[in-house]
């Protein structure tokens, strides 16, 4: 007889840095086992022997699945040891990947804590990116287009914040309009510019629970046609008419994520600049 699932499990992420690339590889993973909840447990960090001793405390106290990025050996080695003493499983997670570059480049690794985290030119490139698209949000364009490199289109409730957000964070400078019928585009938005435009989309039945729970929780009880569905419909119509008269491309986001939003938006991008870096090889040829 199979023995049942639990319910839950413990899962130790150990880091000596922030813990965010643990977190989002822990993240990516479980949503697989949908049946089991893991109860996560960060320990960013953990740079010396004493930190690690109250990581393994806890660890023992409540045992499960450890995964770490520690790049300090005998910190490492400590974590291992003590994972097999308790018979519990321990996992380098970059390690993998690290013995497949060393094996291809010929290389050894030169191991550098939180190096994700420097402070480069694309750290402050990233920074920009985010203060610009805060300043340049809901509609607030910038007075010269060619200043951003994103444009965001959708009408209310499309999710063009969070994605226009999570596009700064890569370091892509986004600002977004919403569209409303009854309000003309902006003079300066159909100008020629170099901004990528893109209009977001969802299923009318989407936008309007998306709306309804938004005006809900704004203590808005006065709904109208704000969820009206036939004129979420009609707003979703002006939208696809608007960008089918200047070639913006549009993007459904009723089952996509943000950063699947995000990511979707980005290879446009990329399909989009490619073209021109091709003919300015071919004209530099000739």
């Known amino acids: 007889?199979?023995?049942?699932?639990?319910?839950?499990?413990?899962?130790?992420?150990?880091?000596?840095?922030?813990?965010?690339?643990?977190?989002?590889?822990?993240k990516a993973v479980s949503v697989q086992y949908a049946l089991v909840r893991p109860i996560?447990?960060?320990?960013?960090?953990?740079?010396?022997?004493?930190?690690?001793?109250?990581?393994?405390?806890?660890?023992?106290?409540?045992?499960?699945?450890?995964?770490?990025?520690?790049?300090?050996?005998?910190?490492?080695?400590?974590?291992?040891?003590?994972?097999?003493?308790l018979k519990i499983p321990c996992l380098a997670v970059l390690h993998p990947i690290m013995q497949v570059l060393e094996s291809y480049l010929g290389a050894p690794r030169t191991?550098?804590?939180?190096?994700?985290h420097v402070l480069d030119a694309d750290y402050f490139r990233r920074i920009d990116a985010l203060n610009f698209t805060t300043a340049h949000d809901d509609g607030h364009l910038p007075e010269n287009m060619n200043d951003a490199d994103i444009v965001v289109l959708g009408i209310s409730r499309t999710s063009k914040t969070p994605t226009s957000i999570y596009l700064a964070q890569r370091g892509y400078k986004t600002?977004?309009?919403p569209l409303v019928p009854s309000i003309p585009l902006p003079e300066r938005l159909m100008k020629p510019h170099?901004?990528?435009?893109?209009c977001l989309v969802a299923s009318p039945d989407r936008i309007a629970e998306v709306r309804r729970q938004r005006a809900i929780m704004m203590g808005?009880?006065?709904?109208?046609?704000?969820?009206?569905?036939?004129?979420?419909?009609?707003?979703?119509?002006?939208?696809?008419?608007?960008?089918?008269?200047?070639?913006w491309p549009i993007i459904d986001v009723?089952?996509?994520?943000?950063e699947e939003s995000a990511a979707q938006i980005l290879r446009l991008l990329h399909d989009r600049q490619t073209p021109k870096k091709a003919e300015t090889k071919d004209a530099s040829d000739g």
Do not use: W
């Open 111 to 116: 191991p550098t804590v939180a190096g994700q």
């Open 1 to 26: 007889m199979t023995a049942s699932l639990p319910s839950f499990f413990h899962l130790h992420l150990v880091s000596d840095s922030t813990g965010e690339t643990l977190t989002t590889i822990a």
């Open 220 to 247: 808005d009880r006065n709904l109208g046609e704000y969820v009206d569905r036939d004129r979420i419909t009609a707003e979703i119509a002006y939208s696809r008419r608007i960008c089918a008269q200047q070639g």
């Open 194 to 198: 170099s901004a990528f435009v893109v």
């Open 40 to 85: 996560e447990h960060v320990h960013p960090l953990v740079r010396t022997p004493r930190q690690l001793k109250r990581v393994l405390q806890e660890i023992e106290q409540t045992p499960g699945i450890v995964l770490y990025t520690i790049t300090n050996r005998e910190l490492s080695e400590e974590l291992e040891r003590r994972c097999v003493e």
């Open 254 to 258: 009723t089952r996509r994520s943000v």
């Open 175 to 177: 600002t977004n309009l």
